[in-house]
């Protein structure tokens, strides 16, 4: 079953006293906002808009792009949006917005999980695609681990050297699945 909404970009400041939000892509997607798409604004916040629609989109460089949403004209509006991530109804996505999504699980393919306390987990076998999140499966010495794929965990994407650099929570990956021996005594 495919899920009806999309997470396609994360509002990570203000820019201006106009209300205009500096925005980038998740999930290593190419930058998918533009002129006319609503957009639904996750968590909600109390106060500000939980909507809009995409007025303009400016490239800052880089992978950050400026974005004006109807709506919200005033700075203040703007950074109760800060944080936030984009959802965009599927159907308002480019035809190919899955073959985008797989391309993505297959340019992750081969990145090495580390993590800040454990060290190396493992490399990313796989991306699977599920209800709550999507959910990176690493292939560690002694099997597989399941990373849930959430911006809260990730510390640095380091593209040149493949590496994924994450705080992971403590108990959600078993330190015996670190060592190849739990492999050998499992078989």
Known sequence: MTRRWADVAELIAT???KGRLVARSVRGLPFLLHEGLTVHFVPPTLDGPRMASVRSVQHLGSQEYA???SGVSKRD???LLTGSHCLVARA???DDFEDIVR???EYLSGFLV???VLGDIGT???VREMPAQDLLVVTAPGGEVLVPFVEDFIVEFDDAERVLYMDLPDGLVDP???DESSEKEDA
């Open 15 to 17: 820019q201006g006293l």
């Open 67 to 69: 974005v004006q949403f």
């Open 77 to 79: 509006t703007a950074e």
């Open 92 to 94: 308002d996505l480019p």
């Open 103 to 105: 391309s993505s699980a």
């Open 114 to 116: 580390v993590d800040e």
């Open 124 to 126: 990313i076998s796989d």
């Open 176 to 178: 015996g699945v670190l």
